[in-house]
T-cell receptor
Framework: NAGVTQTPKFQVLKTGQSMTLQCAQD?????MSWYRQDPGMGLRLIHY???????DQGEVPNGYNVSRSTTEDFPLRLLSAAPSQTSVYFC??????????????FGQGTRLTVV | GENVEQHPSTLSVQEGDSAVIKCTYS??????FPWYKQELGKGPQLIID?????GEKKDQRIAVTLNKTAKHFSLHITETQPEDSAVYFC??????????????FGAGTRLAVHP
């Protein structure tokens, strides 16, 4: 059972570079989301998707883009990396339950450093 | 929007003692309250959750209590063991957009269980 798979696990970028963090899930979940984790600040929602072709902004969307062309994949793009984007990024997926909350399954994370 | 506060930020206990972590939330419409455990180098994993139609839920050594009037919920771990050492996060949904629970996380509690 692969669950939620994130690649790469580690990445170092120079300021101004762009890159895409990959996320794939094999559980046929409708909902997918991206969080960043910074010390003392918990997990903050960047972007989320309620299904293929539908995305929306979370708490901290600036500097990031997402798209959802398939149910399985939800890549996160950094347009022009900044040191403030140094963080650990987590992708999560969950299933629909008619409006009620359901368990979110997290990937192992991508540790990104911007120098 | 939803705001979740979590206390304490760190907690140190002796093996066999109990540990309690508390969270408060702001949105009275929230109806789903999960707790996640994050071990070093891994993504968060759901350990227990509670819905607003019950006041308490138990699963072996862990339990969660919910007080909707006061808008707070707590995680209780009894007979703590060294393997309980981890960072624990509470979460609450920021309303529902098309049925999706946008989870807002607390800042986390680092629990250390000493042998």
């Amino acid at each position: 059972n692969a669950g939620v798979t994130q690649t790469p696990k580690f990445q170092v970028l120079k300021t101004g570079q762009s890159m895409t963090l990959q996320c794939a899930q094999d559980m046929n979940h409708e909902y997918m989301s991206w969080y960043r984790q910074d010390p003392g600040m918990g997990l903050r929602l960047i972007h989320y998707s309620v299904g293929a072709g539908i995305t929306d902004q979370g708490e901290v969307p600036n500097g990031y883009n997402v798209s959802r062309s398939t149910t399985e994949d939800f890549p996160l793009r950094l347009l022009s990396a900044a040191p403030s984007q140094t963080s650990v990024y987590f992708c999560a997926s969950s299933y629909s339950r008619g409006g009620a909350g359901t368990e979110a399954f997290f990937g192992q994370g991508t540790r990104l450093t911007v120098v | 929007g939803e705001n979740v506060e979590q206390h304490p930020s760190t907690l140190s206990v002796q093996e066999g003692d109990s540990a309690v972590i508390k969270c408060t939330y702001s949105d009275s419409a929230s109806n789903y309250f999960p707790w996640y455990k994050q071990e070093l180098g891994k993504g968060p994993q759901l350990i227990i959750d509670i819905r607003s139609n019950v006041g308490e839920k138990k699963d072996q050594r862990i339990a969660v209590t919910l007080n909707k009037t006061a808008k707070h919920f707590s995680l209780h771990i009894t007979e703590t063991q060294p393997e309980d050492s981890a960072v624990y996060f509470c979460a609450a949904p920021r309303g529902f957009s098309g049925g999706y629970n946008k989870l807002i996380f607390g800042a986390g509690t680092r629990l250390a269980v000493h042998p």
